[in-house]
């Protein structure tokens, strides 16, 4: 492989040149969402996009640094605003960095044992997830939470247990703010 470079639209996000761009669509993921009659609502009035990940593509094998940006888009879903689906890594001993460029976030972390961890995402922090930890970020600003990641390309992604049972917090709007509560359709005892 030969070195390269890539280029990042800083305010949008964009990748160039890209060569595969992931879209999530709120049909994709309606059901991570708390309040299913708002899903259903949104759903109706257009499916909206809650986030797309353009990715640099590189092997994924031991020796290489996956690295792509995400771009959040802002909304809500009921009170819950819109998030990345979470994911821990296939390979669970893998670790990821990510670093807001733009918008304001929330990380929500969170290991096997069902422990969780919060960290803000601004312009300029740059979040250190480490191996066996889910992440999920939310996006709790108006304008689009855009960051860069990069992590081991033979880290590989796991839905599954996220898909199956949420997370154990989830971040919502109240009193016009985020606030972090407890999920009430995450299982007892994780």
């Not at 792509?68 to 809500?76: A, E, L, N, Q």
């Amino acid at each position: 492989m030969e070195p390269f470079n890539s280029y990042v639209d800083l305010l949008s996000g964009e990748v160039f040149p890209c060569r595969q761009v992931v879209v999530r669509r709120l049909s994709d993921m309606a059901r991570m969402f708390q309040d299913q009659q708002a899903a259903q609502k949104l759903l109706q009035e257009g499916n909206p996009v809650i986030y797309r990940v353009f990715n640099v593509v590189v092997p994924e094998e031991y020796g290489h640094l996956q690295h792509c940006i995400s771009v959040i888009f802002p909304g809500k879903v009921g009170q819950e605003y819109f998030m990345t689906k979470g994911h821990f890594h296939a390979r669970k001993d893998t670790a990821e960095v990510y670093l807001t460029l733009r918008g304001n976030g929330i990380l929500i972390l969170q290991n096997q044992r069902g422990e969780t961890r919060v960290l803000e995402m601004r312009p300029g922090s740059a979040s250190y997830i480490p191996p066996f930890w889910a992440h999920r970020s939310v996006n709790v600003g108006k304008e689009p939470l855009v960051f860069f990641a990069v992590y081991p390309a033979e880290a590989g992604h796991d839905y599954e247990i996220i898909e199956k049972q949420g997370f154990a917090v989830s971040v919502i709007e109240h009193d016009g703010k985020p606030k972090v509560v407890a999920n009430p359709g995450y299982p007892k005892g994780g």
